[in-house]
């Protein structure tokens, strides 16, 4: 058997279907972000325990949450509470680890999402087979911020589940989908100013990469350098990857990913060229503005 950690904030329209399809484990964990609607009203009607924790980013949410909340068994699995266990999965995990207890070789599991948009699966748009860690062994795997999302630290080697999870991308709304990525869009622009002043690409794991994991990350990296990004998303998703067979629902998902892209890119402009608030001595510690050069960066973009 295997725990289950749920990671919630105001998700009322969603979180009763997640627990119910967690609830194949005896030991369900909610771990809530002080949610301000009907969340943990919801949650406690089920036989699972419910933790609150001030929300600071996703990284450090589950670093917590590892750290201060031990489950009853060895190993654990995440949740977001847009997403659902399976049968399918859960028994394929159940037989993962007994053979890890047998015979000890991963830490980690990979599992990959299939995106559900406006009730289909949108399986060519979105990268699929698209891998999270989602199943490991505790204390074997731990969580570091990235962009407006996290990235996991491993400390030994992880393979691949199978089996998939349903993950219901706007299931309450259009205009939650907007606001939420319209937040995520101000990290992922700090992180992009990040990794275009320190980082690199990655040719070998881009050409070479023995996991998707290796070749999606390089791939993003690269993605940052390249013009006229949003446009470049689309063309890349609709006709690339093949979203124009995903009908209507992957044309729109084509282009709010492409309207994702813009934001993030109007944000690193504003970051390089808002005025700065800077404490002038001669002025008593009054903040005075100081405005950045302009630059035609959106452009060159």
Excluded at 127 to 141: A, E, K, N, S, T
Aim: aromatic share 14%; net charge neutral.
């Amino acid at each position: 058997m295997f725990s289950i950690y749920i990671l919630t904030h105001n998700e009322e329209l969603e979180i009763a279907a997640c627990i119910e399809s967690a609830l194949l484990s005896e030991d369900v964990i909610v771990i809530d972000s002080y949610s301000s609607d009907r969340t943990v009203e919801i949650a406690r009607r089920y036989p699972v325990r419910v933790i609150q924790h001030v929300f600071e980013s996703h990284g450090k949410q589950r670093s917590w949450m590892l750290e201060s909340v031990p489950p009853k068994h060895e190993w654990v699995y995440i949740l977001e509470a847009d997403e659902r266990m399976t049968p399918g999965l859960f028994q394929e995990c159940l037989r993962t680890i007994q053979v890890q207890q047998a015979q000890p070789q991963y830490v980690g599991y990979y599992v990959a999402e299939r995106v559900m948009f406006m009730g289909r699966w949108i399986r060519r748009c979105t990268q699929y087979p698209r891998y999270q860690m989602r199943l490991f062994r505790h204390g074997q795997v731990w969580f570091e911020d990235y962009g407006h999302t996290e990235r996991e630290v491993c400390t030994g080697a992880t393979g691949f589940l199978r089996e998939t999870y349903p993950h219901y991308t706007s299931g309450k709304g259009f205009s939650r989908w907007i606001d939420k990525h319209n937040r995520y869009s101000s990290d992922e622009a700090t992180e992009t100013l990040r990794q275009l002043e320190t980082g690199s690409v990655n040719w070998r794991d881009l050409l070479f990469g023995k996991t998707e994991v290796e070749r999606r990350r390089a791939l993003k990296n690269l993605s940052l350098r390249l013009p006229l990004r949003p446009i470049v998303r689309f063309l890349y998703m609709y006709f690339g990857l093949g979203g124009c067979w995903d009908g209507a629902a992957g044309f729109h998902w084509c282009l709010l990913q492409a309207f994702y892209e813009y934001l993030i890119l109007l944000k690193v402009w504003e970051i390089r060229h808002l005025p700065v608030p800077q404490l002038d001595p001669e002025l008593n510690g009054v903040p005075v503005l100081l405005q950045p050069e302009p630059d035609d960066f959106l452009l060159k973009t």
